[in-house]
Nanobody
Framework: QVQLVESGGGLVQAGGSLRLSCATS????????MGWFRQAPGKEREFVAR????????YYGDSVKGRFTISRDNAKNTVYLQMNSLKPEDTALYYC????????????WGQGTQVTVSS
């Protein structure tokens, strides 16, 4: 059974930092791209960042460029999202996802972890 399990969310003041983790299991994701998305109440889901597991190549959404960093640990089968200089508008439910084709639908999703940034 494929699982993506997010952790690391919480409440932080504006300007602070958090690191989210996405632990993967149930299959090998070496051919996949891993991504982070977020959804705030009343808003559409937003792409945050992605990384190709094999090459480590990364890509970021405009709203987080320069503040967030996505990375992966092959030995731990875990993907991370380091979030710095957090803003209240970063408040959302953050999801981890995996896809074999970045131009198609994402194949696997986690349950999400809540990030709340207070002003």
């Amino acid at each position: 059974q494929v699982q993506l399990v997010e952790s690391g969310g919480g409440l932080v003041q504006a300007g602070g930092s958090l690191r989210l983790s996405c632990a993967t299991s149930g299959r090998t994701f070496s051919r996949y791209a891993m991504g982070w998305f977020r959804q705030a109440p009343g808003k559409e889901r937003e792409f945050v960042a992605r990384i190709r597991w094999s090459s480590g190549n990364t890509y970021y959404g405009d709203s987080v460029k320069g503040r967030f960093t996505i990375s992966r640990d092959n030995a731990k089968n875990t993907v991370y999202l380091q979030m710095n200089s957090l803003k209240p508008e970063d408040t959302a439910l953050y999801y981890c996802a995996a896809t074999i084709n970045i131009y198609s639908d994402w194949d696997y999703w986690g349950q999400g972890t809540q990030v709340t940034v207070s002003s």
